[in-house]
């Protein structure tokens, strides 16, 4: 689906929010049973053995493409790498795994911030003390045709900046490489794309960086009219006279697939594609590896490895949990990927933990995932959790055991499931992240993943957190959970005390909440939160709108400010506390997204406009083209400069 369809379907799909299922919580349903599954006795994924067997099975499967519509739809499916090694530069985003820096719009290069915004890049220079444009560039190829392109992402390895986007008209995931001097002015160097659909999601990012090792998963539905086009495969482009020519990145040794084909009558097949990219002059020296599977899903990425779940697109009959396979890609591509058969369709990435006990996590719900972007914004009633040992992956024939899965009660008032990992437990609960602000009090869930399972347990893993608003966001304090939401017209920041289920007399409970009056947060992604710890607590920021704005304004419109927070720890001594917010006032914008910018590419914020920074011993707010920094004193903070680091362009050839 093309972005800018889905721009006017948000409406769409914000009607389906409160779709229902039932039964998945059902003692009645059973998984598949157990086989002899693990690590040597399951073995791994088998990759085809040459390029004419490739080419044979993409023959059959056209044949069988070809019937499709004579088959009734959806059938039922019947030990860690060493670490990478990690970058130590400073984080400026908020990140879902540590040592795993994602593609955001924002990044911090020596004594410069680098932002990317509707098509274009800024550096603003913030070292020795000052708050100074530096320089404004396309965020692509010099006189390249932008039209029908969108650049979402970007990171920084060493001293290039790599652009991440996707070109409908170039037909893959464009990756635009500069150079940063240390004075901040950025050199054009190359162009690559690689083969893909849009990899777009209203939650998730497409590219990571671990070390200096780019990481990219991109799916491509197969082309049935030209198998061939549907392979992992990159080029060099050299301009629109001289595109270059896709060269393979995986050859048939390095495609996967599990012990039962997908079955192209029965639901779409894609090439789940993850891609390595060492950089080096400026040019990017990538390999990847790929499995077959059905097209929805959704993929996590883990220190070592990206995880894929994959089931058929579309509606569910809501008779029992869907049937699905998750896929476990090793980022060394000399390793063989492995698979396990599970029920069920994460939320979207934060539902996924692989733990240092080498089992992987998931929250679950019943139904299978739309065909939408924005799927994971669809909330459910029937959820469990999955947690199963990383020995189980194989070779796609095994099935995770019914004792794997753990029922869990189901939020209420909310059509948006929001979940996160913090510390031992995983928390959730439910808002209305891109329709109205409820109106009514809510419950969060604490869910003791490591206890759940053991012999000798609580009764209870399952803790109920009674609150007086929506959860639209859930972000970790240390280990405490922070939840955020609305409640009529008022934004509250809620800490929780989390007690460990086999305490006597302590319950896990809501702590003092902060609320912010006639206001609603003013970034749905995960990267608008930043929160950076001390000694004793730490501070947080979060851009704020005005009450009666929906989730979508972020598309268009610039926040209205960000909200600065203190956060004081309890002390280790103190019982059922969960730590005491205090506000330390706002920065606000001045230009409320009224600069005319002439954009003429990827003119949708489609992740967002507005981030709190803390960089050493400074803050600062990011609002659409304004960069304001604050100093806290007497516990409150102060403007102290601002800058506007748009510029009018040189001529329509430079912008």
Known sequence: MARSSVVFGIMGAIALLGLTVTFFASTSVTPPPLSTIGGEAGGRLQAFRSEAELDAWLQAKKADHADKAAVQPMMDLAAPEPMMELADAESVTNTQSAGVDEGGIVKLHKKHLVILRRGRLFTVKIGDDVLTPVDMQNAYAPDADSIDAWYDELLISGDTLVVIGYSYAKGGTELVLFNIADNGKLTYQSTYILRSNDYYSSRNYASRLIGNTLVFYTPFYLNFH?????????????????????????????????????????????????????????ALDCSASAVLGYGGGEFYVAKNAVYVWTTPWGFHDDAKPVSAMVFRLPLNHEAAPTALKVLGSPIDQFSFLESEDAHLNVL?????????????????????????????????????????????????????????????????????????????????????????????????????????????RIEALDKTPLLIGTQAADLYFTPVFVASPYASGLASRAGESFKLPDAAQGETRSHGFFYKPDATGGFLGLPFTNSDARGWQQLWQTSSGVVFLRYARPEESSGDRSGELSGLGSLVAVDKGDTDDHCVASCTDWYGNSRPLFIANRLFALMGYELVEGRIENGHIYEIRRVNFYREPRSSKSW
């Open 364 to 472: 679950l719900r019943a139904e299978r995932p739309l065909a939408s972007m924005w799927a994971a914004e669809r909330g459910s009633r029937n959820l469990t959790f999955l947690r199963v040992p990383l020995a189980a992956f194989g070779d796609g024939a095994g099935s995770a055991a019914k004792e794997n899965y753990t029922p869990l009660a189901a939020p209420e008032n909310g059509g948006s499931i929001q979940n996160r990992y913090i510390g031992d437990v995983l928390v959730y609960g439910a808002g209305q992240t891109w329709g109205r602000k409820t109106k009514t009090p809510s419950t969060a869930y604490v869910f003791h993943w490591k206890s759940a399972q053991r012999e000798g347990r609580s009764d209870a893993p399952l803790q109920e957190i009674s609150l007086p608003h929506s959860v639209d």
């Open 226 to 282: 030209n198998p061939a086009q549907s392979l992992p495969a990159l080029r060099h482009w050299q301009g629109e006279q001289k595109p270059g020519e896709f060269r393979p990145l995986a050859p048939a040794t390095r495609i996967y697939r599990a012990t039962d084909d997908p079955d192209s009558r029965h639901g779409d097949i894609a090439l789940h594609t993850v891609t390595t990219c060492e950089i080096a002059d400026g």
